[in-house]
């Protein structure tokens, strides 16, 4: 079976991208996972327990994305959670479940992530995992230590009231046994402080960690793990919200037009699903915004293909996959970005990504523009071929097959419109 994706690779490289998309929360997922592996570590010795509990680490806000307010009640009304903030608090535990549970490999790690804001009391009476507990129980401690992490004084300080806070927590909210184990086995250690308040060194030990336990997927489910994260960034707006999963099947049904194998056809449908992914590390004020962009906002949005090829690149994707998702903004005539490559330097795979991406944003509606009918688009980008921006065979190609490519393209984003309304109708 050939197989294209490493899931500790992938998820440490999105997380690595995504730690700082919250100001105030920025490296909160690596500590959380890295706090609940050193308390596992202390209860156990059993790698698919320990793995869990960095996925669900790295994992455990993927909510967050949509439900921006969230993390805010979590904050203030902690430990005096009343029912009502509970319930603002558990929504994007819910789209995170949400999100990752239909996907077989991350399943488990869908349900722990469910339950990371279950207080003790509640996580007995619902009998909710022990991973989610830890979860919690790391995610409470970083929230308290967060804003402490820069200076040594400050840490100093709360490294001492630690133990008074989590007591008056433990009773109700807090496991009491993973509080101890935390408080003998973890707390004591300065190595635990050291890494944990440096975020390089952090970042570091969590690759590190994660390269122990390499899990290798089939292809099928590279596909669908693409999906997962294509999503992901094409829900920040409802305009965009089936942009990938479009681009994919535009730049498959190209592919497959122009006589690629099926393997370079799943390939190309992978890599489309991936073509934004460094979107990530765009601000929402700048891809949402509905008029033009200023210059500054403009250099800034360019940077979302560099950081494609470099979060594709930490997840050692495969070398066609890499080149032909990153490479989607350059022109033949080497004034794209953002390598300025010339047409020798660009492959055909990227180029059909480029015709696939310009056509599926002209025909998609914008809330700063109409959405072009298809052969407007086809028109508009024949003008690209003429610039010598376009590739003319690659367009010819789309033209032939144009009517299937509408076909599946409806069938694609009737599932992400679907899909959207579900994470979403959460918040
Ligand atoms: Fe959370
Ligand atoms: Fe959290
Ligand atoms: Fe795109």
Same mark, same amino acid.
């Given at each position: 079976?050939?197989?294209?994706?490493?899931?500790?690779?992938?998820?440490?490289?999105?997380?690595?991208?995504?730690?700082?998309?919250?100001? *105030? !929360?920025?490296?909160?997922?690596?500590?959380?996972?890295?706090?609940?592996?050193?308390?596992?570590?202390?209860?156990?010795?059993?790698?698919?327990?320990?793995?869990?509990?960095?996925?669900?680490?790295?994992?455990?806000?993927?909510? &967050?994305?949509?439900? =921006?307010?969230?993390?805010?009640?979590?904050?203030?009304?902690?430990?005096?959670?009343?029912?009502?903030?509970? =319930?603002?608090?558990?929504?994007?535990?819910?789209?995170?479940?949400?999100? &990752?549970?239909?996907?077989?490999?991350?399943?488990?790690?869908?349900?722990?992530?469910?339950?990371?804001?279950?207080?003790?009391?509640?996580?007995?009476?619902?009998? @909710?995992?022990?991973?989610?507990?830890?979860?919690?129980?790391?995610?409470?401690? +970083?929230?308290?230590?967060? +804003?402490?992490?820069?200076?040594?004084?400050?840490?100093?300080?709360?490294?001492?009231?630690?133990?008074?806070?989590?007591?008056?927590?433990?009773?109700?909210?807090?496991?009491?046994?993973?509080?101890?184990?935390?408080?003998?086995?973890?707390?004591?250690?300065?190595?635990?402080?050291?890494?944990?308040?440096?975020? /390089?060194?952090?970042?570091?030990?969590?690759?590190?960690?994660?390269?122990?336990?390499?899990?290798?997927?089939?292809? /099928?489910? *590279?596909?669908?793990?693409?999906?997962?994260?294509?999503?992901?960034?094409?829900?920040?707006?409802?305009?965009?919200?089936?942009?990938?999963?479009?681009?994919?099947? %535009?730049?498959?049904?190209?592919?497959?037009?122009?006589?690629?194998?099926?393997?370079? @056809?799943?390939?190309?449908?992978?890599?489309?699903?991936?073509?934004?992914?460094?979107?990530?590390?765009?601000?929402?004020?700048?891809?949402?915004?509905?008029?033009?962009?200023?210059?500054?906002?403009?250099?800034?949005?360019?940077?979302? %293909?560099?950081?494609?090829?470099?979060?594709?690149? /930490?997840?050692?994707?495969?070398?066609?996959?890499?080149?032909?998702?990153?490479?989607?903004?350059?022109?033949?005539?080497?004034?794209?970005?953002?390598?300025?490559?010339?047409?020798?330097?660009?492959?055909?795979?990227?180029?059909?990504?480029?015709?696939?991406?310009?056509?599926?944003?002209?025909?998609?509606?914008?809330?700063?523009?109409?959405?072009?009918?298809?052969?407007?688009?086809?028109? &508009? !980008?024949? /003008?690209?071929?003429?610039?010598?921006?376009?590739?003319?065979? %690659? &367009?010819?190609? !789309?033209?032939?097959?144009? +009517?299937?490519?509408?076909?599946?393209?409806?069938? @694609?984003?009737?599932?992400?419109?679907?899909?959207?309304?579900?994470?979403?109708? =959460? %918040?």
């Amino acid at each position: 079976m050939n197989s294209y994706f490493n899931l500790s690779d992938f998820i440490t490289s999105f997380s690595f991208a995504s730690k700082a998309v919250n100001d *105030s !929360l920025a490296g909160h997922n690596l500590r959380v996972a890295y706090l609940s592996y050193l308390i596992g570590e202390a209860i156990t010795f059993d790698n698919r327990f320990l793995y869990d509990l960095l996925l669900s680490g790295l994992l455990h806000d993927i909510g &967050l994305f949509y439900d =921006k307010q969230g993390y805010m009640f979590v904050e203030e009304h902690f430990p005096s959670l009343r029912s009502e903030t509970r =319930k603002l608090v558990q929504i994007h535990a819910e789209i995170g479940y949400e999100i &990752l549970r239909g996907y077989p490999y991350l399943s488990k790690i869908a349900k722990v992530v469910r339950y990371h804001h279950s207080p003790y009391f509640q996580a007995l009476k619902e009998k @909710v995992l022990l991973e989610s507990q830890i979860v919690y129980f790391a995610d409470r401690i +970083d929230v308290y230590l967060k +804003d402490a992490l820069c200076s040594p004084s400050e840490l100093l300080k709360k490294r001492e009231s630690l133990p008074e806070f989590i007591e008056a927590a433990a009773e109700k909210a807090l496991n009491p046994k993973v509080a101890e184990i935390f408080l003998k086995k973890v707390y004591p250690k300065d190595s635990f402080w050291f890494t944990y308040s440096d975020q /390089e060194y952090l970042q570091r030990e969590i690759s590190f960690l994660m390269e122990n336990f390499s899990q290798k997927i089939p292809i /099928e489910y *590279s596909r669908d793990l693409s999906q997962i994260f294509a999503y992901l960034i094409d829900f920040k707006s409802p305009f965009t919200a089936s942009h990938s999963s479009t681009v994919a099947v %535009v730049a498959k049904e190209i592919a497959r037009e122009m006589g690629y194998s099926e393997e370079g @056809v799943e390939k190309m449908e992978i890599a489309g699903l991936l073509h934004d992914i460094g979107k990530v590390k765009v601000p929402d004020e700048i891809l949402n915004k509905p008029g033009k962009l200023t210059r500054e906002e403009f250099f800034i949005m360019k940077s979302h %293909v560099f950081y494609t090829y470099q979060i594709l690149k /930490e997840m050692r994707v495969d070398e066609e996959v890499l080149s032909w998702a990153s490479l989607h903004h350059e022109k033949l005539n080497g004034r794209g970005y953002p390598f300025g490559l010339t047409k020798e330097r660009i492959p055909l795979g990227s180029r059909i990504m480029t015709v696939a991406d310009i056509y599926t944003a002209l025909t998609e509606e914008r809330p700063y523009k109409k959405a072009l009918k298809p052969r407007e688009a086809v028109n &508009l !980008l024949r /003008e690209l071929v003429s610039k010598g921006e376009v590739d003319g065979f %690659v &367009l010819s190609a !789309l033209e032939k097959c144009l +009517d299937r490519i509408e076909r599946e393209r409806s069938l @694609v984003v009737e599932e992400a419109k679907e899909t959207y309304s579900k994470f979403l109708g =959460k %918040v």
